[in-house]
């Protein structure tokens, strides 16, 4: 007959099996990695159509270097980033012609190395559901 137990212990579980009159203790690790705010850095494409976002400068701080185009130039007012819920969590607000106050908030997708999020357009009032890809 086998028991298994399992005990939690500091956000390590330890997985307990006695049998065969040989007991047998392995660790199994569950701590959640974070993803590291450098894999924010490079340039960003919106699935549906040309706009581009340049990250680079990723300080420990969460200040970050942004630019943005659509396709020319528009004037990024602040751009950070924060981690929450073991999440890359990047807010890039645009000041410019047409854009009055538009922003991103946006969520990196470490398994896809997808950015995913809301653009709200500040000029109409309207959120819109948005990705961006990574451009190699």
């Excluded at 006695?18 to 203790?25: A, H, K, Q, R």
């Excluded at 450098?38 to 699935?47: C, I």
């Excluded at 809301?118 to 959120?127: D, E, G, L, P, V």
Aim: glycine share 6%; charged share 25%.
């Amino acid at each position: 007959m086998a028991i298994v137990a399992v005990v939690a212990c500091n956000s390590q579980n330890k997985q307990i099996k006695n049998g065969d009159n040989s007991p047998e203790v392995k660790k199994v690790e569950t701590v959640a990695t974070a993803p590291d705010p450098q894999k924010l850095a490079g340039q960003w494409e919106r699935t549906d159509g040309g706009y581009r976002i340049v990250m680079e400068e990723i300080k420990p701080d969460g200040t970050m270097k942004a630019s943005y185009f659509n396709p020319n130039s528009i004037h990024v007012h602040q751009a950070n980033w924060k981690l929450e819920n073991q999440q890359l969590q990047v807010f890039i607000e645009l000041r410019d012609t047409n854009y009055p106050g538009s922003t991103y908030t946006l969520t990196y997708d470490k398994d896809r190395d997808l950015l995913t999020g809301i653009y709200f357009q500040a000029a109409m009032n309207q959120s819109y559901e948005i990705e961006f890809t990574r451009i190699k």
